[in-house]
C-alpha cells in the first residue's frame, strides 16, 4: 500500500539558518509527490509537486525539494529560513488506485531568533 | 477574492447531536473533498464529490454524511454515529476531481463534542 512517513515529529531551527525536512513515501511505480504547508489554525497551501521530469522542483516561498527515486525519499529544503515560516509541513503521494492523495502525519517547524 | 470559505471557525456540541459543517467555494471548481486533521496523523479523506448530486466515501466515511446540491457548496453532517467527532476539519476543492489537480484548502472548522 502506498504510505507517507515524516521521520521528524518536530524541528526548530535558528532564523537564517538552512532548513530540510525528510519524507518518505512507499510506491511501486513513478510516485506523484507533493509539499504542503499549515500555518496555525488554518488550511493547507501548496508548496510544490513533482510529478515527472527534473528531479529538483522549485515551489514558492523559496522552498525546492528534490526526488530521489533510489532513496524513496522527496525531502523539502530551504536555504534559509524565516520566522515566518513557523509552521506544519505535510509530504504527500498520490494514490492513483483512487486518485486521491495521502497525507504524511506531518512535521512541525518552530524558529528561534 | 476567490476561495474557500468554511464555517463556523470553532464549533461545540453535546454529544448525541447531529452537527453540520459549511464548506463555500467561488472557484467554480468541479470537485469537493472533506479531510479530517487529529494530531500526528495527516489528513484523512472523509467524502469527495467530482460533481454536483453526485459523492464518494472516503478512507473514514463512517459516521459523516455529505451532499452536494449546489456546485459551490459541500456540506458535512457529523452523526452521533461517529465515535470520536472532535477534531479539525478541512474542506478542498480542485478545478477537477483528480489528485494531479491541485486542490484549494478552507480554513478549517474546530469542532468539539463534549
Known amino acids: 500500500a502506498q504510505s507517507v512517513t515524516q521521520p521528524d515529529i518536530h524541528i526548530t531551527v535558528s532564523e537564517g539558518a538552512s532548513l530540510e525536512l525528510r519524507c518518505n513515501y512507499s510506491?511501486?511505480?513513478?510516485?506523484?509527490l507533493f509539499w504542503y504547508v499549515q500555518s496555525p489554525g488554518q488550511g493547507l497551501q501548496l508548496l510544490l509537486k513533482y510529478f515527472s521530469g527534473d528531479t529538483l522542483v522549485q515551489g514558492i516561498k523559496g522552498f525546492e525539494a528534490e526526488f530521489k527515486r533510489s532513496q524513496s525519499s522527496f525531502n523539502l529544503r530551504k536555504p534559509s529560513v524565516h520566522w515566518s515560516d513557523a509552521a506544519e509541513y505535510f509530504c504527500?503521494?498520490?494514490?492513483?488506485?483512487?486518485?486521491?492523495?495521502?497525507f504524511g502525519p506531518g512535521t512541525s517547524l518552530s524558529v528561534i531568533p | 477574492d476567490g476561495g474557500i470559505t468554511q464555517s463556523p471557525k470553532y464549533l461545540f456540541r453535546k454529544e448525541g447531536q447531529n452537527v453540520t459543517l459549511s464548506c463555500e467555494q467561488n472557484l467554480n471548481h468541479d470537485a469537493m473533498y472533506w479531510y479530517r486533521q487529529d494530531p500526528g496523523q495527516g489528513l484523512r479523506l472523509i467524502y469527495y464529490?467530482?460533481?454536483?448530486?453526485?459523492?464518494q466515501k472516503g478512507d473514514i466515511a463512517e459516521g459523516y454524511s455529505v451532499s452536494r446540491e449546489k456546485k459551490e457548496s459541500f456540506p458535512l453532517t457529523v452523526t452521533s454515529a461517529q465515535k470520536n467527532p472532535t477534531a479539525f476539519y478541512l474542506c478542498?476543492?480542485?478545478?477537477?476531481?483528480?489528485?494531479?489537480?491541485?486542490?484549494?484548502f478552507g480554513p478549517g472548522t474546530r469542532l468539539t463534542v463534549t
Open positions: 464529490s467530482q460533481i454536483v448530486n453526485d459523492f
Open positions: 504527500a503521494v498520490l494514490k492513483t488506485s483512487y486518485d486521491k492523495v495521502i
Open positions: 510506491y511501486g511505480a513513478t510516485p506523484y
Open positions: 478542498a476543492s480542485s478545478i477537477k476531481q483528480g489528485a494531479t489537480h491541485e486542490q484549494y
